[in-house]
Structures are given as structure tokens and as C-alpha cells.
């Protein structure tokens, strides 16, 4: 069956399938895909990037549904799932669906545990300014947060394109499904499969300590990329790289 989802597919080896953040698109990666001996795989979520044009989800496991079905169409049983902050949400319903098509885990930027009622109540505002006023707004809004005050003008420029992408259904409908995903944590305690938890310094979003909290929850490797904010990928792009090529390797 064809898939609305809109992929970029680089390299050959084994699957690494690299879930973006709210509100970006794949191009979040760029910098991945220099990673040699794998095949990256990075779809656009629905509403997002390339897929914008495509429905969100009602749900984050109902999006996660969605990509085990894409990684069959494009032939990967197994692969290790790469997942930042919202993509990260969406990894652990990975791992609470279909854990044996893992092989391995990468966490970045991002958290386990359900919203707070205060972020679920700041969504809900968010929601409602969006659809009273379009999202032109939410660029200039989010960009400080996404990104550290070491960022270049070329990785701003970028996050701006891509946020500026977004559909504003997509973007809404993002936003009840992460106010509505369930806490993770029993699902990431139990699991076995190879977990990195990577975050950057300066994440003001899901800050280092939300990455410790992972760790203390079972065997994990955990790493903090300097001089980097939320999107540490994209930030500091061979830094990031050179931590996950060392997990990669001990899998
Ligand atoms: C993201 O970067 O995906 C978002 O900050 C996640 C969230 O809003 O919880």
C-alpha cells in the first residue's frame, strides 16, 4: 500500500529511520546522512515538510502505526529508530508497538514521561491562537528555543524555512497528540534493546537532566553535545554525529 508520508532515503547498510521534532520536517538530518554504512531513512510527518499537505494522526502510537508500515513498504523489518523530541515521543510508541523490529534506540532532545497539566493547557492556547490567527506566528516564537545563542545564521534560516512548512491542521493536530500520549516510562524500564540518550547542553526545552532521568531507568549510553540547544542534530551536526557513530558501533 502507498504511503502520504514523504521520505528522503540516503546510503545503504542497515536502516537507521530518523523521526523529526515539532515543528520541523527531515531536513532536521541533514547532517546524518553523512553518516556512512547505513541506510538512513527520514520521513515528514504528516502535516509537516513535504507530507504537508497529509493528516496528522489522531494519536502519537497511531503515527508510530504508520511508520512501521512505511519501514515494510520500503523493506526494513528491523532497524534502529532515531526519534528528537516529538520524534523521540513518537520512538518510545515504537517501542511500546513493535519492540522485536528494533535493534536499537537513539533518544535526543526529548523526554518519557506524559505532558504536566500545565503543558498540556499551554498546548490547548497554543491550539487556539493557531486557529484564530494562522501560524505565521509560531517561527519567531519558537526559533530562540529550538536553537542555542551559538547558532549560525545558516541553521536559523533553515528551522525558520521549515517550521514555515507546516500546515496549520498539522501543526494543531500534532499538538493534541502530544498533549494526549501516554508516560512512557514502564515501556522504556522493560525494554532491553540498545538505548543512547543524547541532549544538548543548552536545551532549555528537555534539558540534560531529563536525559539523566532516562538513564537511571535501566542500561543506557548517555552523551551531551556542547554549545548546542534542542535541535542538537542540526546545531552541532558533527559532534552529534561522532557520538552516535560510537553507539551505532557497539550494537
Ligand atoms: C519538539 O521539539 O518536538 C517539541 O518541543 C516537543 C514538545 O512540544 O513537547
Redesign the pocket.
Known sequence: MSSPIALTVRGRGPAILWIH????SSRLFVSQFAIDGYRHIAPDLPGFGASASAPFPHSLDAAADQLLAMMTDVGESQFVAAG????G?IALALLRRAPERLRGLMLC??RETA?TDE?RQN?MKQIERIEREGAGFLAAEMLPN?VSNHADDSVRTRVRAMIQEASPSGITASLRA?ASRPDSTEDLRRSDVPLLLVTGSEDT??PPSEAKRMASLRRAQLAEVDRAG??ACLEQGPAFNEIVSSFLGSI
Open positions: 521534532a515539532f515543528p520541523v528528537v523530541s516529538m520524534g515521543y532532545d526529548t505532558d503543558a498546548r529550538l502530544m526545552i528537555t534542542h535541535l
